[in-house]
């Protein structure tokens, strides 16, 4: 067996390697230096510069089989990319192999079964766009490009989460080539074990060629409320958000995000460059019921403005593309689960949004119930499902001069914070630059974490997926 150590991508063989790997292939290998190798190999946050050994631009689940025996057959660790929006840049290496699914976006709704199956490779646009051709959707992220592949492996926080829960509660089947390049179906029939840990577990187990999904009748309108409030309002509309969704936390998803008036005209002159947030909330049934029971959320007191409205639900997805392009930003995202919201941490949040050092950066408080927290700890890789709360901080901002001012004051907010999270655990795609991954990874489980380490020995026992939230195999 050859070790997995990535040293083979130093021999003078590896080009050799590599061009016998093409004759394979109906999709790109691209070596350093190759034309496209560099755009190839960026990613959503424009801090990440790293540099794989090859990269397989891989076109249908064949090229998949052939990447993973070649990294095998190389002893190379491999890096998966879906829609490349890992904060943390896990879907790019160093030295190892990067299997970027991009090419691979192809989507097939059967609207009688009620099903969807996308590649491993698209993202929540694709997805969103088919679905709502048949008035179906299922929980999905905030942004549109975004990929379906990491959102979903590490849970998946949508507007729909409390109607219909998160993505992986909603996830039916996938197919997934596994460390040995062999391909199989996972469900809870055919290889439960694997299905239960990619429902959470990340992409530890293999590249997942296909995801099938649960779909729900959706919109095409759905309800949608944006009052902004000016950070000097202080606390009482949040308090009241907080209050008034206590019984609905079911049927709206919502988030009450601080962020930095833009000079745009699209808000009042006399606000620009304000700290300000916005409760935004969604209801997905009937909309015009929906938007008078989100009426007294844009009722608290004065408005620098309010994006209220009737709103197509392809739209709704795209709302907040704008905000985050790909490639231009330098970004670091953290986040804590809450174990509640108290006055008094409401105040603190308060306080610590006032010092945000980048107009760019967006920090939320997430509501939970609902759907999501029907679901017990043991059912899915994910675990407890308790927390009410999350609380993240997007931290984003764009020059490399101000690295070091809004990445030590996302941590040091972070940590202020940590005391009110729930037993530590975060959410582990809002896992900064996957520094203090063994704890984090090990809090955010829980209970869980043996068994994912086992199942990790089983399918994976060399770590060849490594680049992620990692369990190492154990047992
Ligand atoms: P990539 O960087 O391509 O992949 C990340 C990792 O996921 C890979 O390293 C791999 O380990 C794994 N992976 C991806 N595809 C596959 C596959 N097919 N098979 C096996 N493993 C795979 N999260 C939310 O929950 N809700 C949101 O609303 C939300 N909004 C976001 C908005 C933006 C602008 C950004 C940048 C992130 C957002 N996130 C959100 C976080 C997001 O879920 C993670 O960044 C996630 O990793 C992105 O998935 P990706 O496929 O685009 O990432």
Redesign the pocket.
């Known amino acids: 067996m050859t070790a997995i150590t990535g040293q083979a991508a130093a021999s003078s063989s590896f080009p050799d390697a590599v061009e016998s790997l093409r004759a394979q292939i109906k999709g790109e290998a691209l070596l350093p230096g190759d034309p496209g190798y560099d755009e190839a190999r960026a ?3 424009a801090m990440i510069d790293r540099r794989p050994a090859a990269i397989l631009r891989c076109d249908g689940v064949a090229d998949v089989i052939a990447a993973v025996k070649f990294a095998k057959s190389e002893g190379l660790p491999v ?14 290496c160093d030295d190892g192999l990067m299997i970027d ?2 090419m691979m976006r192809a989507v097939h709704v059967d609207p009688v079964s009620r099903r969807a199956r996308i590649e ?2 698209g ?1 929540w646009g694709d997805l969103d766009r088919e679905t709502q051709a048949f008035g179906l959707a299922t929980p ?4 549109s ?7 979903t ?6 507007w729909l989460r409390s109607r219909y829960g ?2 992986i509660d909603n996830l039916t089947s996938v197919d ?1 080539v596994t460390a040995e390049g062999e391909l199989i179906t996972a469900n809870s029939e055919q290889n439960p074990d694997v299905f239960w840990a990619l429902r959470g577990g ?8 296909s ?1 099938e999904f649960k779909l729900y009748p959706v919109g095409p309108i759905v309800a949608f409320a944006a009052p902004i409030y000016p950070l000097s309002a202080g606390s009482g509309p949040i308090k009241f958000w907080r209050d008034y969704l206590a019984d609905k936390n079911g049927d709206i998803g919502s988030l009450v995000e601080f962020s930095t008036v833009p000079e745009s005209e699209d808000f009042p002159k006399e606000y620009w460059g304000q700290k300000v947030y916005t409760v935004a909330a969604v209801y997905a049934g009937d909309a015009e019921e929906g938007m008078k029971l989100l009426q007294p959320l844009r009722e608290q007191g004065e408005l620098v403005t309010d994006f209220s409205g009737e709103i197509p639900y392809c739209d709704l997805q795209k709302l ?1 593309d704008e905000l ?1 392009p790909a490639g231009q930003y330098r ?1 670091y ?1 953290k986040c804590h689960y809450l174990s509640g919201l108290s006055d008094e941490l409401i105040e603190e949040i308060l306080e610590g949004v006032a010092t945000t050092p980048s107009p760019n950066t967006l920090s939320s408080i997430w509501n939970f119930g609902g759907a999501t927290a029907a679901v017990p700890a043991a059912d899915t890789a994910l675990g407890d499902r308790s927390m009410p709360y999350m609380f993240s901080i ?1 931290s984003v901002w764009p020059d490399a001069a101000d690295d070091e001012k809004n990445m030590s004051w996302t941590r040091a907010f972070w940590e202020r914070m940590k005391q009110h999270s729930q037993k530590g655990r975060i ?1 582990l ?2 896992p900064g630059h996957g520094e203090d991954q063994r704890t984090l990874v090990r809090q955010a489980f829980g209970d869980n974490y043996k068994k994912l380490a086992a199942i990790k020995a089983k399918y994976d026992p060399q770590n060849m ?1 490594r ?3 990692n369990i190492p195999p154990e047992g």
Do not use: E, K, P
């Open positions: 990613v959503w946050n890096s998966i990319r879906g829609g490349g929006h890992n904060v943390a840049g896990h879907a790019v699914l991009s491993g490779g993202t999905g992220g905030l942004i490009d975004t990929g379906v592949g990491g959102l492996l590490n849970g998946g926080i949508g998160l993505c997934l990340g992409g530890n187990f293999g590249v997942v060629t995801f907040f985050m970004c995202w997007d959410y795609n809002f997926f680049f992620n939230q």
